[in-house]
C-alpha cells in the first residue's frame, strides 16, 4: 500500500516519523513517500528538512494518507488551496490518518462534519473552531470514524498507527511491530492518559 504523508512548513517532527519508523519498516506490506503543497524543502522548527513532491500529484488519491499537525497548521488552516487538495485527496484516499493537530486541517475540508474525532488536548479549544459540526471526543487516544483516523498529540500517533496495523492485520501482528521497535503501546484508544 502506498503511503502518502503530507508536509509542510512547521509539522510536529513526531507526528511525521512516528507514524513512518512503524509503517516503514513494513516494507512488503508498505511505501512511504512525501508530498507538500507545491512539493520541494519542506522544514520544520526541529530543523528537519525532507524533500517532497507536489500534493496535486496525488489527488486523486493514495491507499492511506497522513496528516501530521504542528505549529505550522495554525497557519495552514488558512490556506485554501492547500485544504482544497487536502479535501480532493482524502476523497479519494482510501484512509486517512491524522496526528495531533493535523485533525484541525482534516475538519477544515468539512470531511469530519457529524464525525467523532480527536486531537492534541492541549490545543483542542482552537481545533474545534476549526471544525464546529465536529463531535470531537476529549477522551479518546484515537478515533476511528469510517476511513477516518484521528489522534491525540504527538506520540499518540504511533498509538493509531498500531491500530490500524491491528484492524487491517490483526492485533498480535501490531503487538510484534511493537516489540520491535520497544515501544509501549497504549492499545485501547479510548484511554487517554494526558487527558486534561
Known sequence: MKV????????ETLDVF?????LGRLKDYYQVYFYSQMGGLVHNTHGV????????????????????GGFGARIEVGNVPLIQLIKQTAI?????????????????????DYKRATSN???????????????W????????????????????????????????HGAEFARKIAREIEYTWQEDKEKDEFCI
Not at 53 to 68: A, M, V
Not at 96 to 105: D, E, I, K, N, P
Request: with cysteine; glycine share 8%; net charge neutral.
Open 4 to 11: 502518502s504523508v503530507l508536509l509542510f512548513n512547521d509539522f
Open 18 to 22: 512516528g507514524p513512518v519508523e512503524i
Open 49 to 68: 528538512k525532507i524533500c517532497s513532491d507536489s500534493l496535486e500529484s496525488i489527488s486523486n488519491g493514495t491507499d492511506i494518507f497522513i496528516i501530521p
Open 92 to 112: 479519494n484516499s482510501q484512509y486517512v490518518l491524522t496526528v495531533c493537530t493535523g485533525s484541525a486541517l482534516l475538519a477544515k475540508t468539512g470531511l469530519l
Open 121 to 135: 488536548k492541549r490545543a483542542l479549544d482552537w481545533v474545534k473552531t476549526q471544525g464546529p459540526l465536529v463531535q
Open 137 to 168: 471526543i476529549n477522551q479518546a487516544r484515537w478515533i476511528v470514524a469510517g476511513k477516518y483516523y484521528t489522534s491525540s498529540g504527538v506520540s499518540a500517533g504511533m498509538d493509531m498507527t498500531l491500530g490500524f496495523l491491528k484492524d487491517i
